[in-house]
Every structure is written in structure tokens, then in C-alpha cells.
């Protein structure tokens, strides 16, 4: 089994930054890609950035330019910096890896964490 643990959410004014960052914990495992999504209030989850495990990154095109995706190899993690924030930013953010372990490729969800911006 993989966990994840998310943290750094929290509350923050427009204009403002938060730095989100996403842990893997477990045994015999590899991680491909890794990825943070958001949900909203009575939105759909959508996808904020991934990031592969060469470092390739892909993004929404309503967070360009403003959060930058990263990861660390040896550490499981992976960053997500989150800049010139805005209220339509506001949402659940979770945290997604791939993970293949012996042979099976199995997604893992972390249990989100709560951004708000807000004056």
C-alpha cells in the first residue's frame, strides 16, 4: 500500500502565494507521474499540473504562468507553488500519483487539503 500526505492549504488573500506539498510513504514501490487536482464546491475535479518522473510538466491553462509543479525523486514529493492566487482558485486541492508496484499500476489519491482566497 502507498500513502499520501498533503499539506500546506490554508487561507490566503488574493495576491497572496501557498506552497502545497504531497508525500509518498509505503514499500517496493515506484512512482511515475504525480499530479495535484482541485475540486470546488459544486464543480467537477480538474486537474491543476502534473508532472512526470523526468520532470516533464503539463498545466491548466487557468493556473499558467502562476504555479509551478516539481517533484523530488528520491524524496517521493512533489511541490506544488501556487502564486498570485485568486477566489476562483479557492478549492480542495488533492494530490495523485501512479504507482507501479511489482508489476501493477495502481492510482493513489491523498485526502486533499483545503485552499481558500479570501480578503
Known amino acids: 500500500q502507498v500513502q499520501l500526505v498533503e499539506s500546506g492549504g490554508g487561507l490566503v488573500q488574493p495576491g497572496g502565494s501557498l506552497r502545497l506539498s504531497c508525500v509518498a510513504s509505503?514499500?517496493?514501490?515506484?512512482?511515475?507521474?504525480m499530479g495535484w487536482y482541485r475540486q470546488a464546491p459544486g464543480k467537477q475535479r480538474e486537474l491543476v499540473a502534473t508532472i512526470t518522473s523526468l520532470h516533464g510538466t503539463n498545466y491548466a491553462d487557468s493556473v499558467k504562468g502562476r504555479f509551478t509543479i516539481s517533484r523530488d525523486n528520491a524524496k517521493n514529493t512533489v511541490v506544488l507553488q501556487m502564486n498570485s492566487l485568486k477566489a476562483e482558485d479557492t478549492a480542495v486541492y488533492y494530490c495523485?500519483?501512479?504507482?507501479?508496484?511489482?508489476?501493477?499500476?495502481?492510482?493513489?489519491w491523498g485526502q486533499g487539503t483545503q485552499v481558500t482566497v479570501s480578503s
Open positions: 509505503g514499500s517496493s514501490f515506484s512512482i511515475g507521474s
Open positions: 495523485k500519483a501512479d504507482v507501479l508496484i511489482y508489476l501493477t499500476l495502481t492510482t493513489y
